[in-house]
């Protein structure tokens, strides 16, 4: 292509050359043999370093404690630190004589970059009575995101024994040849489904 200029003298202009088709990648997942060995480790981990002090029995199911949760952030290194929360309302209560408080947490892996976030909620509405109402509803909405955030980056996704707790304190899982007397956990609707006692 020629542009003529003033003085009839013409002035090359090249075009861009074309774009080659976008070539589709597909994302390929880890070594499988890696994977699987890692995923080995995680479940040696649960039966060989966490104790029945850092689970409990839901349902028939071992459930990991905050103490767990510590103890998985140690064994893989990786860091916590809440980036948002709040108070509702910011003062008092709600007209049912309530309040919440909303609590998000990122955990870090720094050699590797990878985070997560973990959002979760704690009414006061989900017990009769705290010991330290104002302290304990944050402290357990507190937990919960950091027990979420870090079961999605290492844990697979599992829930937290803080997020499946109902009113009645769960007992610590019953020794050989005693019936556990946990009662059945519910969940109540909220925020998120992140409920129940700390």
């Keep these: 292509m020629t542009v003529p200029t003033a003085k009839g003298v013409h002035t090359g202009v090249t075009e861009p050359p074309p774009q080659p088709p976008a070539i589709i990648e597909i994302v390929e997942p880890l070594d ?30 071992r459930v990991v ?30 007209a049912d004589g309530h309040f919440s408080w909303r609590v998000i947490t990122e955990v870090s892996h720094h050699p590797t970059g990878r985070s997560s976030m973990g959002v979760a909620i704690c009414s006061s509405a989900e017990r009769k009575s705290w010991t330290h ?34 009113e009645a304190e769960p007992q610590p899982q019953a020794s050989p040849g005693k019936a556990s007397t946990t009662r059945p956990a519910t969940r109540q609707s909220s925020w998120t489904d992140t409920t129940g006692s700390k």
């Design 133 to 166: 109402e104002e302290h304990d509803v944050y402290a357990t909405a507190a937990t919960r995101s950091k027990n979420r955030a870090t079961s999605d980056l290492i844990g697979g996704g599992e829930l937290s024994a803080e997020e499946l707790e109902t």
């Design 65 to 94: 404690k905050r103490s767990g949760w510590s103890k998985w952030r140690l064994a893989c290194n990786v860091s916590d630190r809440i980036v948002e929360q709040e108070r509702t309302p910011r003062t008092g209560r709600d």
């Design 32 to 61: 499988m043999e890696k994977l699987a060995s890692a995923f080995r480790k995680f479940e040696d981990f649960k039966t060989k370093v966490l104790t029945d002090v850092d689970a409990i029995n839901i349902q028939g199911h």
